[in-house]
């Protein structure tokens, strides 16, 4: 509940009754409806002060005697006054107070008090004490114009009780206002309670989202010192190594003089494992390249079918060595995509080379493109919209095998840089575990997309699509 100050009060105000206002604990409806209960009840008039003197609730039965008394200046004066001073009056809160009206009747002005606090005033009246018999002289000389006999005749009419009476009443209702007051602080209590624990709960969520928002922005900055690190070591490493291999190359080719077999054999082995190694620095290069964002594709409209002719072509002594079947399948008519056609044949390759590698002798592997249709963003899960949802034109190239297939746990983390499903010391199949991790951010580059599914019977088979119109 909020203050009219605007402020709220905190939950220490709260739990002490210091500043607890009767106007903010109960609703003005339902102390209208409760005096109006005693105004039927009694029929005295009822007035609901604050402790400021703002008057809260009223039900007020207008008596016929103050109605002829108000038709004459000098009794509207004496009533005016009389009315001012009933409303300012400050109840001592131990002991009600009775102020007398000229016209002979009183008014009673019980104190509310809430925890032994004054928090507002009852004011029952007018009425006439039950031993005014005939019309007080106060009255008659404050409106001498008035016939005394219509004054004589009205008075009566107004509500008589002892005064003794009314004081019961003013007890009674401050009994009733005390549990209505009891019941509205325990709710305002409820409720700031609750709000304050609402406030605090969002501001640990707060101060976890800055931790997080931190902790996050530092490994950014980690990670992109990390690529920075991987990317100048391997440019440094990529120098000298080129004159490992371009040496090791003049010498087996004889230009140095001639090799005996053995040192022939030695000098073979250099560069075949420099150009490993030079693989592998690339890799690790082109990855660096793809985190940061700064691999430039140079893009032109690329034929499919040729990057996958090519890949088979370079990979087909591979494959006869390894005793895999090698097969090609593209439409006769099939649309060009805008991309880099090497970085899409290194895709390819990627796949083709792992898909060679893991399957065993008398396999097959088979590179596929098609045209197809692709639901867009996340529409492709949600069956119900993908009726409606947005498709875009995509090349669909497939690299199936039948080989030791991809468990379905493994399928997504393969993608991970350095991941191998088998990762021991002892595993059969050699390779580092970045190839994938390159072909995702490839095809991701191209605003593609790569996923994985097993063949059947046996083996796995990636996908990629690649959007027709990357620049439109
Ligand atoms: N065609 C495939 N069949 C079975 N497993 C595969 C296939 N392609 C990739 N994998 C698994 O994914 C891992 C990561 O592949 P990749 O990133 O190319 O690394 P690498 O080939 O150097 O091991 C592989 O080590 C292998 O466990
Ligand atoms: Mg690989």
Known sequence: MKRDDGLEPNLEDLTTTKNIRLEDLVDRDSLKEVITSFVNLFGISVRLFSSEGDLLADAVEQQEVCKVINEYPDGRAA????????????????????HPCFSGARYHIAAITYDGRYVGRIVLGPYLPAEVKELPGSLLTTVREAPPSRLQQLLPQMPRARVETVRNI???????LDLILFSGHKAL????????SVRESYRELQDK??????AYDKLKELDRLKSNFIATISHELRTPLTSIIGYSEMMSEGIAGSLTDEQ????NTIRDKGEQLLTLIMSLLDLSKLESGSLALVKSDVDIRKSLDDVVSLLKPNATKAGVQLHVDVPAAL?????????????VLNLAENAIKFTPSGGQVSLSAKLAQQVLDDAEDDIGFALIAPTRSVIEIRVADTGIGIPENERE?????????????????????????????????????????PNHPKGSVFILKIPVDLDA
């Open 79 to 98: 009533c005016t006054a009389t009315i001012s001073t009933v409303k300012h009056t400050v109840p001592d809160p131990t002991q009600d107070t009775v």
């Open 170 to 176: 003013a007890e009674h209702m401050r009994g009733i």
């Open 189 to 196: 209590l409820t409720s700031q309670m609750h709000l304050a």
């Open 209 to 214: 989202n800055q931790r997080l928002q931190d």
């Open 264 to 267: 022939l054999e030695f000098v």
């Open 335 to 347: 649309p060009t995509i805008r991309g880099d056609a090497n970085r899409i044949r290194q895709a």
């Open 413 to 453: 983390k393969i993608f991970t840089p350095f991941y191998q499903v088998d990762s021991s010391s002892t595993r059969e199949y050699g390779g580092t575990g970045l190839g994938l991790s390159i072909v995702q951010r490839l095809i991701h580059a191209h605003d593609g997309k790569i996923s994985v599914e």
